[in-house]
């Protein structure tokens, strides 16, 4: 009988995390190469974000942007951190193609990277 239950949750759960649209996104090969000159940092906060899947495929759809270099997303913190050169891209396409409006998220700052 708990191996019943289990089974249905299990399936209710892949389910759920199928239609939400929780799978990884793949990391597209851009090709571009980003020199270093602008490079910027964008903290995201994506409070829509409720999954490790969700968070696996913001970074890997950040990830596979023109001119993005970096991408973590943290799930317990539902943020987001990018690198990218601003002679490539813009904040405001990391906002359209990002899925930051998928996550109800917003860019919370922007500025010039100073590396690590």
Do not use: H, W
């Not at 940092?41 to 409720?50: C, N, R, S, T, Y």
């Not at 904040?91 to 990277?113: C, F, M, N, R, W």
């Amino acid at each position: 009988m708990k191996q019943k239950t289990l089974l249905r949750g299990i399936t209710a759960f892949l389910l759920v995390f199928t239609l939400m649209g929780c799978t990884p996104a793949q990391k597209q090969d851009t090709g571009t190469v980003i020199t270093g000159n602008n490079l910027r940092v964008a903290e995201i906060d994506l409070p829509g974000m409720f999954c490790a899947g969700c968070a696996q495929s913001s970074k890997s759809t950040f990830e596979g942007m023109s001119g993005v270099l970096q991408a973590t997303v943290n799930i317990a913190t539902k943020k987001g951190t990018v690198i990218y050169d601003a002679d490539i891209t813009t904040k405001e396409a990391l906002i359209q193609e990002g899925l930051i409006q998928a996550y109800e998220g917003k860019i919370i700052t922007d500025e010039a990277y100073e590396g690590e």
